[in-house]
């Protein structure tokens, strides 16, 4: 290699630039780390930023979808003969399927015809709750009960009805056996298992005619 001083100029100049830049790219992290220290924790600092802004886009959940509702006109319900409405009529009621429905016409049919909407409430397996909320749609428009006569009805016939049953049935036909046939239907308070409120529900359903001589 030739002594330096046998270099051109120009070569000369471009070893010292050669020179001086290695110098700088040797010193300068030295120097910008004397000068200007990093903060402990920055670098960590900062990624844990990026991981959390990272994971709030995950978490964020999608918008709502839009439900689209169609709204009906309710229907009105109209009021109802409770002894004349059929099935049909019944289940228009709000509460009253077709099983409801069912056990209040057969209740109906067993009573021999409603004397007042409160009876409603007697059907089986009609909560309280459904009964209040229909009771203003039912109506007593026309009465027309089926009645039992005291005299000649059998022990049977008597059973069926729901405010009789087979008890007070037996009773019935021992006191006419002993007494002779009823007079009015007001001797059936003198049966033991007949009080006031007894009577107030079945006198609606029973009659007394004289047997044929």
């Given at each position: 290699m030739k002594p330096f001083r046998h270099f051109t100029a120009l070569e000369r100049r471009g070893i010292v630039a050669l020179l001086l830049l290695t110098t700088i790219s040797i010193y300068t992290p030295a120097i910008v780390a004397h000068y200007f220290p990093l903060q402990p924790g920055t670098d960590t600092l900062?990624?844990?930023?990026?991981?959390?802004?990272?994971?709030?886009?995950k978490k964020t959940p999608p918008p709502p979808k839009k439900h689209i509702t169609f709204?009906?006109?309710?229907?009105?319900?109209?009021?109802?003969?409770?002894?004349?409405?059929?099935?049909?009529?019944?289940?228009?009621?709000?509460?009253?399927?077709?099983?409801?429905?069912?056990?209040?016409?057969?209740?109906?049919?067993?009573?021999?015809?409603?004397?007042?909407?409160s009876q409603i409430r007697e059907t089986y397996g009609l909560p309280d709750s459904t009964f209040n909320k229909i009771q203003p749609y039912?109506?007593?428009?026309?009465?027309?009960?089926?009645?039992?006569?005291?005299?000649?009805?059998?022990?049977?016939?008597?059973?069926?009805?729901?405010?009789?049953?087979?008890?007070?049935?037996?009773?019935?036909?021992?006191?006419?056996?002993?007494?002779?046939?009823?007079s009015q239907a007001t001797d059936l308070l003198g049966i033991p298992l007949v009080d006031d409120s007894i009577y107030r529900k079945i006198e609606h359903y029973i009659k007394t005619e004289k047997p044929p001589i």
């Open positions: 900062f990624s844990k930023e990026i991981a959390a802004f990272q994971d709030s886009l709204s009906h006109p309710r229907q009105s319900v109209i009021a109802i003969d409770i002894n004349r409405a059929d099935s049909t009529a019944w289940e228009s009621l709000k509460g009253i399927g077709p099983v409801l429905a069912a056990r209040i016409i057969r209740f109906r049919d067993k009573l021999g015809g409603f004397y007042a909407i039912l109506r007593l428009n026309a009465v027309s009960l089926k009645k039992l006569d005291l005299n000649s009805a059998d022990e049977q016939t008597l059973a069926q009805h729901p405010y009789i049953r087979y008890k007070l049935a037996r009773l019935i036909v021992l006191y006419r056996s002993n007494n002779g046939p009823f």
